[in-house]
T-cell receptor, first 113, second 115 residues
Framework: EDQVTQSPEALRLQEGESSSLNCSYT??????LFWYRQDPGKGPEFLFT???AGEEKEKERLKATLTKKESFLHITAPKPEDSATYLC??????????????FGKGTKLSVKP | DSGVTQTPKHLITATGQRVTLRCSPR?????VYWYQQSLDQGLQFLIQ???????AKGNILERFSAQQFPDLHSELNLSSLELGDSALYFC??????????????FGPGTRLTVL
């Protein structure tokens, strides 16, 4: 069964304290792995797409990496405005979930000043 | 702003009623996806339409239905509503046909409360 597990469920950081969020996945033929940011009551905001193991993408203080079994979202020197829930999703290449996005439950990040 | 619009923002209704949620995709996008987000389940894929045709179905209840119109906007119809249907409903759009990896851009959502 295709599934995505994110850890930790919640993470509290001090401003400037770097850390990483984990996304472990089991999927039938990974077509793509997606990271989104979601603020309370808002729609998910696209951050990155990763397609193959070894790929990395960066945007400001965020860097996403991908292996064959997991992805990491590294946050360097976070600021309070980085506080949000970060969602990971995978797209299966075949099987019953082919083409659909399967989301993890997210990591809720709080950054204190 | 993703370019995807959804109306209404909030909807409060009673059990047994029927409601319609509306979504307009980003300009040029042909695919529309509907998702349900509840506190315990996370984001769950419901259904996808591409250029007016149903392309994929996820965990969509028989009481729910959707369609995509010639102008590419989409509507999600929820009937015989139950308390458990209370959730955030998101629409997303992409340029893809669902057979290619393409980014889905999400709208702001409709919060449905069933009393």
């Amino acid at each position: 069964e295709d599934q995505v597990t994110q850890s930790p469920e919640a993470l509290r950081l001090q401003e400037g304290e770097s850390s990483s969020l984990n996304c472990s996945y089991t999927v039938s033929g990974l077509r793509g792995l997606f990271w989104y940011r979601q603020d309370p009551g808002k729609g998910p905001e696209f951050l990155f797409t990763l397609y193959s193991a070894g790929e990395e993408k960066e945007k400001e203080r965020l860097k996403a990496t991908l292996t064959k079994k997991e992805s990491f979202l590294h946050i360097t020197a976070p600021k309070p405005e980085d506080s949000a829930t970060y969602l990971c999703a995978v797209q299966a290449g075949y099987g019953g979930s082919q083409g659909n996005l399967i989301f993890g439950k997210g990591t809720k990040l709080s950054v204190k000043p | 702003d993703s370019g995807v619009t959804q109306t209404p923002k909030h909807l409060i209704t009673a059990t047994g009623q029927r409601v319609t949620l509306r979504c307009s995709p980003r300009s040029g996008d042909l695919s529309v996806y509907w998702y349900q987000q509840s506190l315990d389940q996370g984001l769950q894929f419901l259904i996808q339409y591409y250029n007016g045709e149903e392309r994929a179905k996820g965990n969509i209840l028989e009481r729910f239905s959707a369609q995509q119109f010639p102008d590419l906007h989409s509507e999600l119809n929820l009937s015989s509503l139950e308390l458990g249907d209370s959730a955030l409903y998101f629409c997303a759009s992409s340029a893809s046909r669902g057979q290619f990896t393409d980014t889905q851009y999400f709208g702001p959502g409709t919060r449905l409360t069933v009393l």
